[in-house]
């Protein structure tokens, strides 16, 4: 099934802020309840170290992520260390002091709207983008590609999505998934369970986008596409699949310079 870039609701600059602060809500707690990342820690903590790189530069950040588990997973069963920034081009301002409550001197964030095609000169470190690369276009992919790539930066780029049967029929229990663990959400909102169990806007429009992010998940191939009309010398790139926990398979993208020499799993 090939690649199709349909609409998500989040993506549009009217969407309701209230709204879309709830969906990155819910994508938050799946992200740190379930660990789909985990596998891909030891490889991230790898390249990390041959680039002696310590922060992270999260781009599209949402409601903060699994950042939170990954910063302990590289500092508790890696032994490094890192610090990060999150940035969103609609930064969840809430969300983010949360999580820097949460990690103390460990996450950072952006007060400003940051665009991942064109990060800031003075945001400097390891890009990463979770669960968040299939918004972009082509083009537009490509460009957060060789923005980093042109400025001397690794990235990482991971997805649980993907154009898998087994996956759309997961993505189809998604309401029940929502209904189920809206009450267990923090920072609680009465807003919430309004828009969730009273008119059941959120599970309608977490279905709706979830089935679309499958429809516009990257596969290997077609990054390997994307990466070969970028033309710099200097950068690697290193991309493939790794199985996850509940049966999800990772799509991942690591980008970084050559000099640093790091070996492939």
């Given at each position: 099934m090939r690649r199709v870039q349909l609409l998500e609701f989040e993506d549009l600059d009217w969407f309701p802020q209230s709204w879309r602060r709830m969906i990155t809500e819910v994508l938050q707690f799946f992200s740190s309840r379930l660990n789909p990342y985990g596998p891909l820690v030891p490889r991230l903590k790898q390249v990390l170290d041959e680039l002696n790189c310590h922060h992270l530069i999260d781009l599209c950040s949402g409601g903060s992520g699994p950042l939170r588990l990954l910063l302990d997973q590289l500092e508790n069963q890696e032994h490094y260390p890192v610090q990060a920034t999150l940035t969103d081009k609609f930064p969840n301002l809430e969300a983010f002091r949360q999580a820097r409550a949460a990690c103390p001197g460990k996450i950072h964030f952006s007060e400003s709207p940051v665009d991942a095609r064109e990060v800031p000169s003075h945001l400097k470190g390891f890009r990463t983008l979770?669960?968040?690369?299939?918004?972009?276009?082509?083009?537009?992919?490509?460009?957060?590609?060789?923005?980093?790539?042109?400025?001397?930066e690794g990235i990482g780029i991971f997805e649980f999505t993907d154009r898998s049967l087994a996956l759309y029929l997961v993505m189809l229990t998604s309401p029940l998934f929502v209904w189920l663990v809206t009450p267990l959400i923090r920072p609680f909102s009465w807003q919430r369970l309004l828009w969730t169990y009273l008119i059941p806007v959120l599970p309608l429009l977490i279905i709706w986008d979830g089935m679309v992010s499958n429809f516009r998940t990257y596969s290997p191939v077609e990054l390997k596409r994307l990466v070969q009309d970028i033309r710099c010398d200097h950068y690697q790139w290193e991309i493939g699949k790794t199985r996850s926990r509940g049966g999800y398979r990772i799509t991942y993208l690591f980008g970084y310079p050559v000099e640093a020499s790091v070996g492939r799993l």
């Open positions: 979770f669960a968040s690369f299939h918004h972009f276009p082509p083009e537009a992919a490509k460009q957060i590609l060789q923005d980093a790539a042109r400025k001397n």
